[in-house]
């Protein structure tokens, strides 16, 4: 999870450094179920915490 924080740090802070063939070739390989992974444990983490 705190790579794909620090990803999205720099996408929208510092997009210009952003190499898209390498985040393109990443979630290709495994990225998506890391990125599903990470969507599993916030939502686990929000249902946990309440509303």
């Known amino acids: ?9 720099i996408i929208v802070h510092r ?7 390498k985040i ?3 979630a290709k ?3 998506i179920g890391n990125i ?3 969507i599993e444990e916030v939502s686990r983490y929000v249902e946990a915490t309440g509303d």
């Open 29 to 31: 390989n495994s990225g």
């Open 15 to 21: 997009y210009w450094v952003v190499d898209d063939l």
């Open 1 to 9: 999870m705190v790579k794909l924080v620090g990803l999205r740090n």
């Open 36 to 38: 599903e992974k990470f």
């Open 24 to 26: 393109y070739k990443s």
